[in-house]
């Protein structure tokens, strides 16, 4: 059974900086397609960052690119997502998510699809203020 577990969420002010925390507990932590993604009150899920855990190739969505850094340690099958320069646009509830490929996450073109994942937490809320 895999469970992802996101922590690290808050309130700052625009301007700041917030690093969430993704636990993943999963039989196998190589071969897997890490990703955050975010959920505005009333707006489709959007995806934000990915990893490809064997590798580390990441992925951004444009608007979070230069502001944005997921990472990973290994060790501790944890994914992070660094988040700097925060805009109250970025306010939502952040997802963890993760699904098995072998060869490294989908070959995107664009969007980071969440129809890729399979595995879900149940978020952490990250709230900017202006």
């Known amino acids: 059974q895999v469970q992802l577990v996101e922590s690290g969420g808050g309130s700052v002010q625009a301007g700041g900086s917030l690093r969430l925390s993704c636990a993943a507990s999963?039989?196998?932590?190589?071969?897997?397609?890490m990703g955050w993604f975010r959920q505005a009150p009333g707006k489709e899920r959007e995806g934000v960052a990915a990893?490809?855990?064997?590798?580390?190739?990441?992925y951004y969505a444009d608007s979070v690119k230069g502001r944005f850094t997921i990472s990973q340690d290994i060790a501790k099958n944890t994914v992070y997502l660094q988040m700097n320069s925060l805009k109250p646009e970025d306010t939502a509830m952040y997802y963890c998510?993760?699904?098995?490929?072998?060869?490294?996450?989908?070959?995107?073109?664009?969007?980071?699809?969440?129809?890729?994942?399979?595995?879900w937490g149940k978020g952490t809320l990250v709230t900017i203020s202006s």
């Open positions: 998510a993760a699904a098995a490929f072998v060869h490294g996450c989908p070959e995107w073109a664009g969007e980071i699809d969440d129809d890729d994942m399979d595995y």
């Open positions: 999963i039989y196998t932590y190589s071969g897997n397609c």
């Open positions: 990893i490809y855990t064997d590798n580390g190739i990441t």
